[in-house]
């Protein structure tokens, strides 16, 4: 909840309008586990708040930890449809998301996913494969990190787990206030990242709303090669996606990268180089290009690093400044294009 409807909520039980203030510091600066703990605030008050609500926090049920220090955490979520999960009414069975968090040098990011599963079916994408099982509530995407054994040493947070952002523009809006609100937990949007295939109205409506980065998923600069590879490119075109972007400043404080999984043979040609930069021609961005991770039943390779080193030395020498992001996490299946609940989905039917 905002420090808005905390403070409603106090006004409803009838309690001192202060209250409110009072719930918001122990929940997002001490990270209460019950309403009990709230240890000022009357214990009238406490018992009255226990009848109607509780804290919502649930902690990971399964971690796997990578050789190279990256954690992939296996959350409960209470969120079951797309006609209840916004609101979190109706009934709730439990289902699982997948977050990573990722811990480099003096930096701690943490990916968290917004769905369970995911709409878009992007060819390449495991969670793509595992469907759409629902939306997640804001209550939801926070226990991510409410509930993150490392919570303390968090620089960074990414929206780039399960599930397409601008399809749950709602929920994900609700967490980024909450993320960046002096009552909350005061992070500036800079150190926030919200990724999107793009979608129609909604990547707009981000834009307006928000102020924290802005990574746009790629893969291909050319339309029918992209929607080959991504269908939500039949509804918003990356050409349409650009002339958006192009109404609004990230010469600034605001960043815009664009992520690019390269795939051999596929889209490492200098040809998909050249219409990279014709596309992104005068937008002040960057290119992150990403290894590709196998996953089954899917007719697609990665590239070898030469290849990609010589990709992103074109991209640079004419002007689309472009890195190739380190792969964490791979050997527990954390990595970009990797995370999937599916089979935890199915052992906890069959019981």
Same mark, same amino acid.
């Given at each position: 909840?905002?420090?808005?409807?905390?403070?409603?909520?106090?006004?409803?039980? !009838?309690?001192?309008? +202060? @209250?409110?203030?009072?719930?918001?510091?122990?929940?997002?600066?001490? &990270?209460?586990?019950?309403?009990?703990?709230?240890?000022?605030?009357?214990?009238?008050?406490?018992?009255? #708040?226990?009848?109607?609500?509780?804290? !919502?926090?649930?902690?990971?049920?399964?971690?796997? &930890?990578?050789?190279?220090?990256?954690?992939?955490?296996? +959350?409960?979520?209470? @969120?079951?449809?797309?006609?209840?999960?916004?609101?979190?009414?109706?009934?709730?069975?439990?289902?699982?998301?997948?977050?990573?968090?990722?811990? *480099?040098?003096?930096?701690?990011?943490?990916?968290?996913?917004?769905?369970?599963?995911?709409?878009?079916?992007?060819?390449?994408?495991?969670?793509?494969?595992?469907?759409?099982?629902? =939306?997640?509530?804001?209550?939801?995407?926070?226990?991510?990190?409410?509930? #993150?054994?490392?919570?303390?040493?968090?620089?960074?947070?990414?929206?780039?787990?399960?599930?397409?952002?601008?399809?749950?523009?709602?929920?994900?809006?609700?967490? @980024?206030?909450?993320? @960046?609100?002096?009552?909350? =937990?005061?992070?500036?949007?800079?150190?926030?990242?919200?990724?999107?295939?793009?979608?129609?109205?909604?990547?707009?409506?981000?834009?307006?709303?928000?102020?924290? &980065?802005?990574?746009?998923?790629?893969?291909?600069? $050319?339309?029918?090669?992209?929607?080959?590879?991504?269908?939500?490119?039949?509804?918003?075109?990356?050409?349409?996606?650009?002339?958006?972007?192009?109404? =609004?400043?990230?010469?600034?404080?605001?960043?815009?990268?664009?992520?690019?999984? /390269?795939?051999?043979? /596929?889209?490492?040609?200098?040809?998909?180089?050249?219409?990279?930069?014709?596309?992104?021609?005068?937008?002040?961005?960057?290119?992150?290009?990403?290894?590709? &991770?196998?996953?089954?039943?899917?007719?697609?390779?990665?590239? *070898?690093?030469?290849?990609?080193?010589?990709?992103?030395?074109? #991209?640079?020498?004419?002007?689309?400044?472009?890195?190739?992001?380190?792969?964490?996490?791979?050997?527990? +299946?954390?990595?970009?294009?990797?995370?999937?609940?599916?089979?935890? $989905?199915?052992?906890?039917?069959?019981?």
């Amino acid at each position: 909840m905002t420090l808005g409807e905390l403070k409603e909520v106090s006004k409803s039980l !009838g309690m001192p309008a +202060f @209250t409110g203030d009072q719930m918001a510091k122990w929940l997002y600066e001490q &990270h209460v586990r019950s309403i009990d703990e709230m240890t000022n605030i009357s214990k009238s008050n406490r018992a009255k #708040l226990a009848e109607a609500y509780e804290v !919502g926090c649930m902690d990971p049920i399964d971690a796997q &930890h990578s050789v190279d220090g990256t954690v992939k955490y296996l +959350f409960p979520v209470r @969120t079951t449809s797309a006609k209840t999960a916004a609101d979190g009414s109706g009934p709730q069975a439990l289902k699982f998301v997948e977050a990573v968090y990722i811990p *480099d040098e003096d930096r701690a990011t943490l990916c968290v996913s917004c769905e369970v599963g995911c709409k878009m079916a992007c060819l390449f994408c495991q969670t793509g494969k595992q469907g759409f099982e629902g =939306y997640l509530t804001a209550a939801d995407i926070l226990n991510q990190v409410y509930s #993150l054994p490392e919570r303390g040493s968090l620089t960074n947070i990414v929206f780039m787990g399960q599930g397409e952002p601008m399809d749950n523009l709602d929920n994900v809006l609700r967490s @980024t206030e909450i993320l @960046t609100a002096p009552y909350a =937990y005061a992070w500036s949007p800079k150190r926030i990242t919200v990724s999107s295939i793009g979608v129609k109205d909604k990547l707009r409506r981000f834009l307006d709303e928000s102020e924290c &980065h802005v990574a746009i998923s790629l893969h291909s600069p $050319i339309h029918e090669q992209r929607l080959e590879l991504m269908p939500g490119e039949k509804t918003m075109p990356i050409e349409e996606t650009i002339e958006l972007l192009r109404n =609004y400043d990230f010469a600034h404080q605001r960043r815009l990268s664009f992520e690019y999984i /390269v795939f051999g043979g /596929v889209n490492d040609s200098q040809a998909h180089a050249r219409e990279i930069v014709k596309l992104l021609k005068g937008l002040y961005c960057r290119v992150n290009l990403i290894r590709f &991770h196998q996953i089954p039943n899917v007719p697609l390779h990665g590239t *070898d690093d030469k290849k990609m080193e010589a990709f992103r030395d074109y #991209l640079t020498s004419h002007g689309v400044f472009t890195t190739i992001r380190a792969s964490r996490g791979e050997d527990i +299946f954390a990595a970009c294009g990797l995370l999937s609940t599916a089979k935890k $989905i199915a052992e906890e039917r069959k019981r």
